[in-house]
């Protein structure tokens, strides 16, 4: 069984930076594809980044560029996500999951096994 743990979430600042945390467990997590979306509240879950098995390509949504970047070390089960310079758009709840469907890397109907989310709340 597939678990998937988010966690970093936080108040903070406009300009603040924040390093949101995904464990994954269940699977063999050096061989997924992972990404992260948010939810805004009342709007659709939102493809933010994502990142293949090896962290050697990334994939950033153009209202992040600049300021977020992903990671993961394959050792500890973990992706992360930088958040740099946060605006009070980027309040969301965070999700990350595994790729689990050849569909578009966007599309969050190509991954399964969400965790519960972390929760984001920027001020201005």
């Known amino acids: 069984q597939v678990q998937v743990v988010e966690s970093g979430g936080g108040l903070v600042q406009a300009g603040d930076s924040l390093r949101l945390s995904c464990v994954v467990s269940?699977?063999?997590?050096?061989?997924?594809?992972m990404g992260w979306f948010r939810r805004i509240p009342g709007k659709e879950r939102e493809f933010v980044a994502a990142?293949?098995?090896?962290?050697?390509?990334?994939y950033l949504a153009d209202s992040v560029k600049g300021r977020f970047t992903i990671d993961r070390d394959n050792a500890k089960n973990t992706v992360y996500l930088q958040m740099n310079s946060l605006k009070p758009e980027d309040t969301a709840v965070y999700y990350c999951?595994?790729?689990?469907?050849?569909?578009?890397?966007?599309?969050?109907?190509?991954?399964?096994?969400w965790g519960q989310g972390t929760r984001v709340t920027v001020s201005p």
């Open positions: 269940g699977r063999s997590f050096s061989n997924l594809f």
């Open positions: 990142i293949n098995w090896n962290g050697l390509s990334t």
């Open positions: 999951a595994p790729r689990t469907s050849g569909a578009p890397y966007d599309n969050f109907e190509s991954y399964s096994d």
